[in-house]
């Protein structure tokens, strides 16, 4: 792999092909889990551990067993499963190491078993039959892409704690229309040549 399909690669998953601001996928957590810059900052880590594991064991699952048996159909199936065994292990040895994030995640850290950008980076390196190392790659970047994401959106919702805001969009509201106005300029890098 050569540095300027390196290079393509990061910048596209980072930030033209953003799985939360121009996909859409993984909203729950990015919601749910924003409010604090050290919550989302774990959240994130914890996607990035999760996503890149997870991703070159089900394309080795892929490639070694539902190919070679002719058990595509059974894709999605699989992947959640070996995603959610990912996810049990992130989850004891946050509990076991980290326990003040274990229980600031809370109910979102077993949710990435079920995080459609998890899921969905696997499917779409099986669609696109990548290599190994392309689709670690991919995912890696993906999910670092998902941790820039959410970051920015907990420093944006730090700052408006300590804002005034008017009454119809106190809370929830105004966070929406954050994530929408992120989501819109982050839309501004589909402009890059990358891919």
């Given at each position: 792999?050569?540095?300027?399909?390196?290079?393509?690669?990061?910048?596209?998953?980072?930030?033209?092909?953003?799985?939360?601001?121009?996909?859409?996928?993984?909203?729950?957590?990015?919601?749910?889990?924003?409010?604090?810059?050290?919550?989302?900052?774990?959240?994130?880590?914890?996607?990035?551990?999760?996503?890149?594991?997870?991703?070159?064991?089900?394309?080795?699952?892929?490639?070694?067993l539902l190919q070679p048996l002719k058990l595509d159909y059974m894709r999605t199936v699989?992947?959640?499963?070996?995603?959610?065994?990912?996810?049990?292990?992130v989850e004891m040895a946050l509990k076991r190491f980290v326990p003040a994030l274990y229980?600031?995640?809370?109910?979102?850290?077993?949710?990435?078993?079920?995080?459609?950008?998890?899921?969905?980076?696997?499917?779409?390196?099986?669609?696109?039959?990548?290599?190994?190392?392309?689709?670690?790659?991919?995912?890696?970047?993906?999910?670092?892409?998902?941790?820039?994401?959410?970051?920015?959106?907990?420093?944006?919702?730090?700052?408006?704690?300590?804002?005034?805001?008017?009454?119809?969009?106190?809370?929830?509201?105004?966070?929406?229309?954050?994530?929408?106005?992120?989501?819109?300029?982050?839309?501004?890098?589909?402009?890059?040549?990358?891919?």
């Amino acid at each position: 792999m050569t540095f300027q399909s390196l290079l393509t690669l990061s910048l596209g998953a980072i930030l033209v092909e953003n799985f939360v601001l121009v996909r859409f996928l993984g909203i729950c957590p990015f919601l749910g889990v924003s409010k604090k810059m050290n919550t989302a900052l774990g959240m994130g880590m914890a996607v990035i551990f999760v996503m890149t594991l997870s991703s070159a064991a089900t394309w080795a699952v892929e490639h070694a067993l539902l190919q070679p048996l002719k058990l595509d159909y059974m894709r999605t199936v699989v992947f959640i499963l070996v995603i959610a065994a990912f996810v049990q292990v992130v989850e004891m040895a946050l509990k076991r190491f980290v326990p003040a994030l274990y229980s600031a995640l809370g109910i979102y850290l077993p949710l990435i078993t079920t995080n459609c950008a998890v899921l969905g980076v696997a499917v779409i390196n099986s669609d696109n039959a990548t290599g190994f190392l392309e689709s670690v790659l991919f995912s890696f970047f993906a999910a670092v892409g998902f941790t820039v994401a959410i970051a920015l959106f907990a420093s944006v919702r730090e700052r408006l704690e300590h804002s005034d805001i008017p009454a119809p969009f106190e809370g929830f509201p105004i966070a929406l229309v954050t994530a929408a106005l992120i989501s819109m300029a982050f839309m501004g890098f589909s402009g890059l040549q990358v891919f």
